[in-house]
């Protein structure tokens, strides 16, 4: 069965950092062979894309929130993804998904492209 856990969220005040963290598990779930996502959803609003990084990190997206506050990495030894988020502002409260890709497929930003899910962990930026 896989999983896909997601750790590190919490309460931080604004200019603050957090660094999420995602390990994946189960059964012949081959995680470095997957794109892997961050996504996040603020109550009321849609879930969003965050970041996306292909299974050899070569190809790294970012929403435009995200360009130069968050990085997205990966270390497919460990088979866990991290994103690291700094500057953070109220706006980005959110919980924050972490999602997996079709083996060897290429990073997407729209999340029906994303097979496996976690539950989440909440983020929450105070001001």
């Known amino acids: 069965q896989v999983q896909l856990v997601e750790s590190g969220g919490g309460l931080v005040q604004a200019g603050g950092s957090l660094r999420l963290s995602c390990a994946t598990s189960g059964g012949s779930f081959e995680t470095s062979l997957r794109p892997m996502a961050w996504f996040r959803q603020a109550p009321g609003k849609e879930c969003a894309f965050v970041a996306a990084?292909?299974?050899?990190?070569?190809?790294?997206r970012y929403a435009d929130s995200a360009k130069g506050r968050f990085t997205i990495s990966r270390d497919n030894a460990k088979n866990t993804v991290y994103l690291e988020m700094n500057s953070l502002k109220p706006e980005d409260t959110a919980v924050y998904y972490c999602?997996?890709?079709?083996?060897?497929?290429?990073?997407?930003?729209?999340?029906?492209?994303?097979?496996?899910w976690g539950q989440g962990t909440q983020v929450t930026v105070s001001s």
């Open positions: 990084i292909s299974r050899n990190a070569g190809d790294i």
């Open positions: 999602a997996a890709g079709r083996a060897y497929g290429i990073v997407q930003i729209r999340n029906a492209e994303y097979d496996y």
